[in-house]
């Protein structure tokens, strides 16, 4: 049985992957929030983990595994009412 070595991607080519600027990926990875491993000059990130990271990073899946969160929620209704209540109250307020 052989291993199956993990695939290894460049800076640029995980800007690609991320759809982020290298320079914002330089940022996240120095500091520890992106994986990553500099390796002399040149850093070197492996696809699964970047894709592993996006998927916990990305907003849009966050909102979604959310509001799967309150699909049964009985209070969910009042709780809009009152958000939508608030927002009325704020604009309001603001007109004055």
């Known amino acids: 049985m052989q291993a199956t070595l993990p695939t290894l991607l460049t800076l640029d080519q995980a800007s690609i992957v991320l759809n982020l600027s290298p320079g ?3 940022e ?3 500091s ?7 390796i002399g000059d040149t850093w070197q ?4 983990e970047l894709e592993a990271w996006s998927d916990r990073h990305d907003q849009r899946k966050i909102l ?6 309150f699909a049964n929620d009985e209070t969910l209704d009042a709780f ?3 958000i939508d209540r608030q927002r009325q ?3 309001l307020d603001s007109i004055d």
């Open 24 to 26: 914002v990926i330089l």
């Open 32 to 38: 520890g929030n992106i994986p990553g491993q500099k």
């Open 45 to 48: 990130f492996i696809q699964s």
């Open 64 to 69: 979604l595994r959310q509001a799967g969160a």
């Open 89 to 91: 109250l704020n604009t």
């Open 80 to 82: 809009q009412a009152e």
């Open 28 to 30: 996240h990875t120095e």
